[in-house]
């Protein structure tokens, strides 16, 4: 198995198309969406259901790809997260097709 | 009789069951309506009072009474975001940024609000016009535009945020749903009239009342859960505001509606608009151009102070109001 | 006479198409209505009998009969837990926790097959009293504390778990949607009578039978699921219990009804009230309050078996029945 | 007369909320209608179109021409692939593989536009018969197996995919929603005839033109989103293919009518199925069983291309041919 | 960057409640809540759209936070996982504001 | 706490099944789906809401289990990801209760 970065960016559902606009111009090969049903950070408590606007929602982005191509979304994404709601963290993770990130 | 009337509205089936949603979310019942399930209630209800408009315009045709509503809806979209900044900058503690943004609610619409005004208006038997449907529609954007040059220059809206693609802003205005839906299915109902309502309306017209109940059950509860937790975000002052505000915009419709001489079904129509607050198209708005902004301000004054306000006492006494101005 | 009405309850779009989902889970097909459509579903139909109750009473008003039948049905769910406890210890291999977790289903109830009983008996043309709606809701929560007592001092119960907030139980239990809607739409169509019926019965009323067909449909695929999946978890004895336990219940509802003489419409819904187990408030209590035990048993059971049972079969037998004691 | 029916079925909210949806969509609007919600009501949808053709078959009863016209529409589903497949290799440069996919999708139906079908008829007035829902059911499956095999041997096949199970292709087949539901409702209708359609109708059958509107207008979304995303995929020849593959089916489907002596509504109505391709079973089907064809290639093809087409031109097209070949 | 515990919580959504009071009382600024739509364990194979009680669906919670905090959100998570059905994890990951956890 | 392997494996939709009953017959105690809402890969950009047949959605398999159990899923899942869309991960975990893995 060959070693990558799994990039995980918790943002608000609004600044999304922004932080994946982000991840496609720094050269990623891809990247997947999951919704988030609730959570709770210093300025807000929030309930998918309680929020007619979405305007609080947030949603996660996972992306894998090789340590260089990361290093080149941080900058971006840490200005937008500068700008936006949003919690962004990157771990090691072992893949086995590494040509494919 | 305006007592009578008031009563009438306030207990109907679709006020109280806003009210039961309120009262279990501040009891803090943890029962929810699925959101995604909500959303698609809440496209239908845009299809249907935009046909209804479209039906109602088909039959009545246009004239130059249309186009003048139209210019003080937009009139009153531009103008009521200056008052509401005014009346935060000097009554509140409130930033600059976030006096911006609250405004812009109160400059655009719910277009809930406006469909519970139609309902009152159907029960107490005054007509109103098809075409306040689009003036609802046209008054949903302008009062960003205002509060985004209220804000004044900051540094995101020089340099830019990164990943910000061009248009973004226009096409999350512009093409939202409720403006899409809205004009679509007003433009629907128009080209298709008669025959087109012979073959709908038992969707989208007849069980309307029944459909507004289960929908205002859900906002109850987001009303009430908006409150709840954003109170201690509120002072006093604040709070104040999203409850005399709707009556200081109820005041310039009305007053533009008698300058009109419209009937007292779209006057009251025109003071519900001018008086409602958005809880969804510019939130939404408010978070791309205006990130800064605080939504546990904006959003606790339009959702959890304005609506909850407008939808029990408001829209009787715009009706009620109406009647004097107009009858 | 008692053949017809039962075949033309079981031959009715409603229970066919249970039928067809109960089939189709069971013979694996991957078919489902997603989770959020469904429980949309679900609050409409609380909100229907409901407002459906509360019109019936604002036409009927209240008499001691009420009050009568109300107590009736709390008894019923205090006394049902204890015998349903007895049976699964003396009949079944189930622990102390696990008997008591599944006694609380049995003396709770289950809305759907209220409402699908409601129907049958309009198919028969026999009449019931709204306020079964309000016995229905008062039955929801007594067998839960019944089977807290009946499972006994308990660790987690003695020490608490890690995060349990003060009051989150006696919330999930009294404030949870069922009753909540229930009892609210019930004061609803009360408070608003027959001009609130006019308002939304073209939602409400009128399409309610075909919105049953879609809800049965998407219960029948999850009892089936239920069934193929929690087979292996219950053994015959266990099984068995959920087939008879509905006929036990049914007897003492029969029973109370025939001492009150109740009318055969009020004698059947009591008798279903009784017979039938719940399958949404009280197996979230007892993940609550007695997590220990086992969803395995306890959903296979009330979902899986004796909802189907009741919705096939208990429902035409308890109709017929009831026409002979209260006739 | 011909241009009239066609304009009248053009101008219908119907498809012009379709219009709407897919206008939206090419102007790059963000506005959806949440998926789960959407899926709800092809439930619904799929319920109501086999309970009216059960209801119709309750009271026409059977005879040797159900029989003649199912077997014409199985016949229909098995050739049109492999000419599909013929055309797509000869004038396109898809591979084996892809024109596999993408020929099954073209033997299978849409059940929307077998839907709005049958609402164009209604509105012309023309009668049609109940049991063409059973054949659209019949229809949907063939194709997948003549689709494998035009794909011929592949490894995947030969040594299969890891965590496979028996059945599990055949089950999704078989067995999916449209399949299940389409049968199920069918054969309810059929069984519970008149007294179950007194019991529906109010749900399944007054409003559905009205739900007709509000799924268009998802679908609408769909197909234009589809068509932006996929457009680079497709070649023009492709693309054609798309809009001319239709013709070719319907030309099938009406010669098979006119064979058989179908009246114009039955004309028609195989007709559509001929011409329209599946953009739900198929697709899901080809993800399980031919995982190496390209989505982008087939999905934009019937999704994208051939599904507006169908809609918009289609539709009145074949009513108005229907009408010369079997008028 | 700067390395923090992110805390991975997949817990009986009944009990989310109780696990989002231990996160919030241990001092962690914030997490985020997932649906799911199906699972397998020892005792159950489950399916959200199977269960109308929703009693057998689960939610993952991801909080990050420094060690110090994750490590005193633990003891109550182990126990509130006895009690409740529930998979608890945690693991390195790199952040960018260590500031903000 | 105890270490373990924390396996990623984002699938098409429609081999959810397959991925499942690899991860069952290699002995792994449990897992859990995660629904999504988006992606975008080399060959295709994709959204929930705008796909009627569900062929494109993706779904996140999370499952924990000991190095050698994920070690014997790794094959079947491997052969699993060449003939359908997926990415598959691992990374370490610390756990609470190891002997339940
Ligand atoms: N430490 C954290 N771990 C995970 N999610 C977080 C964290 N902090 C904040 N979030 C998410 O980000 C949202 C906004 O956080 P905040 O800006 O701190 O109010 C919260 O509602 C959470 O959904
Ligand atoms: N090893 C695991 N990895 C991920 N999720 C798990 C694991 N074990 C259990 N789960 C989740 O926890 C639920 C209950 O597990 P159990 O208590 O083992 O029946 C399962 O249905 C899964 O959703
Ligand atoms: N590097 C990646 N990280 C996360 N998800 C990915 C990645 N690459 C692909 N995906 C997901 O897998 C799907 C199919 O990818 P592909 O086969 O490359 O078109 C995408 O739509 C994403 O949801
Ligand atoms: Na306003
Ligand atoms: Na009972
Ligand atoms: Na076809």
Redesign the pocket.
């Known amino acids: 198995m060959s070693r990558k970065r799994r990039l995980e960016l918790i943002i608000e559902r609004m600044a999304l198309r922004r932080a994946c606009n982000i991840l496609e111009e720094s050269g990623?090969?891809?990247?997947?969406v999951l919704g988030t049903v609730a959570g709770r950070g210093r300025n807000s408590t929030w309930r998918r259901e309680d929020d007619p606007s979405s305007s609080r929602e947030m949603a996660v982005i996972?992306?894998?790809?090789d340590a260089a191509k990361v290093e080149r979304a941080l900058a971006d994404l840490h200005q937008l997260v500068d700008a936006h709601i949003g919690v962004l963290s990157v771990c090691d993770v072992d893949v086995l097709r590494p040509d494919r990130? | 009789m305006a007592f009578d009337l008031a009563w009438n509205t306030i207990v109907s089936p679709v006020v109280l069951f806003f009210v039961l949603g309120l009262v279990a979310a501040l009891a803090r019942s943890d029962m929810s309506i699925p959101e995604d399930f909500a959303k698609g209630i809440a496209i239908y209800l845009m299809m249907a009072i935009g046909l209804k408009g479209g039906f109602e315009m088909s039959r009545s045709g246009l004239d130059a009474e249309v186009a003048a509503v139209m210019i003080a809806g937009i009139a009153l979209s531009l103008v009521i975001p200056l008052i509401a900044f005014a009346l935060l900058r000097f009554t509140t503690d409130l930033g600059r940024i976030d006096a911006a943004a609250a405004a812009a609610h109160y400059g655009s619409i719910s277009i809930v609000t406006f469909i519970a005004s139609t309902q009152a208006l159907e029960w107490a038997e005054v007509e109103s016009s098809g075409h306040l449907v689009a003036v609802a529609a046209l008054m949903e954007a302008p009062a960003i535009v205002v509060a985004l040059l209220l804000a004044g220059p900051r540094d995101s809206a020089r340099v830019g945020v990164a990943g910000q693609s061009r248009g973004e802003l226009v096409r999350e205005v512009a093409l939202n749903a409720s403006v899409v839906v809205l004009i679509g299915a007003l433009l629907v109902g128009w080209a298709t009239g008669e025959r087109g309502q012979a073959q709908v309306e038992r969707f989208f017209l007849t069980p309307l009342q029944g459909v507004l109940c289960l929908f205002l059950l859900d906002m109850g509860l987001a009303a009430g859960r908006g409150l709840r937790r954003g109170r201690e975000a509120l002072r006093p002052a604040t709070l104040a505001f999203g409850l005399y505000m709707p009556l200081v915009g109820a005041a310039l419709g009305g007053g533009l509606a008698s300058l009109l001489g419209l009937g007292v079904g779209d006057a009251a129509l025109l003071m519900t608009l001018a008086a409602s607050a958005s809880y969804i198209a510019v939130p939404a708005a408010m978070r791309l151009a205006l990130p800064e902004a605080r939504p546990s301000i904006y959003l606790t004054l339009s959702l959890g102070v304005t609506f909850p306000f407008n939808l029990t006492l408001g829209i009787p006494a715009y009706v009620v109001v109406a009647g004097w101005i107009a009858g």
Chains 1, 5, 6 share one sequence.
């Open positions: 990623m090969g891809g990247y997947t996972i992306a894998i790809g990130f």
